[in-house]
């Protein structure tokens, strides 16, 4: 590499560096404002019920307290009055619950998916409900409508069971009568339709509305706030908003604004669906028709109990998304009916495909593999695409556990790429047999840098040599790796997946807490001291081995080749608290790679003649 290539090399991991201290600084400022501007904690009558409740449809009752507001306000959220009926069906697959307080859905409980696989707090494994729950203690239900005070009321639906799920009816002041029908369906889908009809004899003027699709949560404590917040669609693109874009923060951390108490989005009917997602988890609303616009707000959450945070840390923060529809005017005896298709289940691509493919809306983009550097224009989404549906095809087929499939899809693309990596390796070698005539052309021409570097060109052309093709593997293997990244990051395939000591390929890799080491930076300690993870460290070894082992360009001085081979260590700031099944990859395909190098090595030295012949021939025949 010449010195053009170091300190391209040096301004790449200065700039990673202060974009990770930038992310803690960002980190801290969201910390202070969470606590500056606290927000009403969610209703107790908003509790899920327990989803290992009987099969069927089960009524039960609560009472909370009443928080009257002023007539004619604006309200985007429910005053908590009288006593709220709940509704509790399930199909097998996931539990409703549906509350008359807002005449939505409450929680949807997923019967497939345990609510916490693994905590790295203290080592220990922490339960707050024995399955994964949606929208969990979120201050308003999914599908609740808002808007101004007198068109919400105080806010309580009668339910009603039906055959294949509830009714919610609630009759105004003003002869407006709002029902909501909502059916179970395949798929997470829940088949939603809102009507509103005037009884009165006059026109009704109907201010803006909202239709709650639900609030984005953290399913446990080790979530961070980068993986969960809004997204909208318009039918062919996505537009994300996640949480820290609230509080100031822009997108990939690198601009700052300020903070936000909401988002918006959309016109001209061109919302195709909105969705509140975390990590593993959307919830997606998906009109009929589309809606004029979507609007986002933060919540303040209850705090995750034992698990093990400091006392000082701030309430969980969730977001809550909305579709928007304008005002308008209702007729007489007239009445207007909107149908909202909600999906509540996993970032699962082979569900959300289909349901994409059915609507043909895009739905399957709430993967949100595309977004930001991750799409490396449109190839890391495509390699990430192609990785997930690899990884999960191996594990129908082999019924290996993920990790062993992450060891495999690694070995696959290694011998993919075997030909340009020992092509590659076979040029370094040859460049480094050619550095005495190399050093030679510089004494000769160093007063001609145009000279020299032309003359260095026709020494390598004239013996096969290239310049790039030491970095050409690792340019190739770029989209594969951003793939990996982004597939890893929302591939609720992993969640859970278990590896050797590994309890949970999407998280670290945590064995134990050293106690006493919070001071460490770039968010490597905890408050209760630093998480010894075992695969990010074997992964920056075997990469710092790699680069002792790798060949040095030629005209390389002795300071450059060791900040080069000390670079990978750069590594373990990034990784360390990322998810293990990233590290199981990167640490298995080095390995390979230096397999692969003693492979090419020993193969070369197989016919050492030849080679010499041909480097040592080609100069005496130019005089």
Known sequence: MDKTGIIVVSLCVLLMGWWMYDQ?????AQIRWEQAHPQPKPASGLTPTNPNGATGTVVSATTTATTPAAAGAAVFSLPQTGTAQTITLTNGRAVYTFTSRGGGLQTVALLDFPETISARWKGQIHHSEPVASLNTHAPVPMLALLGDQDFVGDGNFTLTPLADGVRAEKAMADGLVIAKEFHLSSNY???????????????????????VAGTATPMDADDTGLLWGAMWCDGTNITDSPLPLFTGGGAMGCSRGSPRTEIRGGTNNNVAWVSAHNQFF???????GGASGMVARTVTLPRFQDAGMATNSPAPQGVQTALVYPAQTLAPNASLERDVTVYAGPKELRTLAVIAEQRSNHADLVMNFGSGFSSFWGVGTFFAKLLLSGMNLLHDVTHLGYGWVIVLITVIIRLMFWPLTAKSTRSMKKMQALAPEIAALKEKYKDDVQKFTAKQM???????????????????QMPVFIGFFTMIRSAIELRGASFLWATDLSKPDTIFMIPGITFLPF??????????????????????????????????????QKMMRWIPAIFILLFYNYSSGLALYMTVSTLLGILQ?????TVAAAAPAVETKALTTAPKKKK
Request: charged letters at 10%; aromatic letters at 2%; proline letters at 11%.
């Open 597 to 601: 190098m003693k492979v090419t090595k």
């Open 458 to 476: 026709e020494l390598w052309k004239k013996n096969g040599v290239s310049p790039v093709s030491g970095c050409l593997p690792m340019l190739v």
């Open 24 to 28: 803690n600084q960002r980190q801290q």
């Open 189 to 211: 889908l829940v088949n939603a339709s809102i009507t509103l009809k005037n009884t009165s004899t006059s026109p009704l003027n109907l201010l803006p509305q909202e239709i």
């Open 282 to 288: 959307a919830i997606l609303a998906m009109p009929t």
């Open 523 to 560: 968010n490597l300690s905890t408050p209760e001291g630093l998480p010894l993870n075992l695969l990010p460290l074997m992964m920056v070894s075997v990469m710092l081995w790699q680069s002792h082992k790798t060949p040095t360009s030629p005209g390389m001085d002795p300071a450059q």
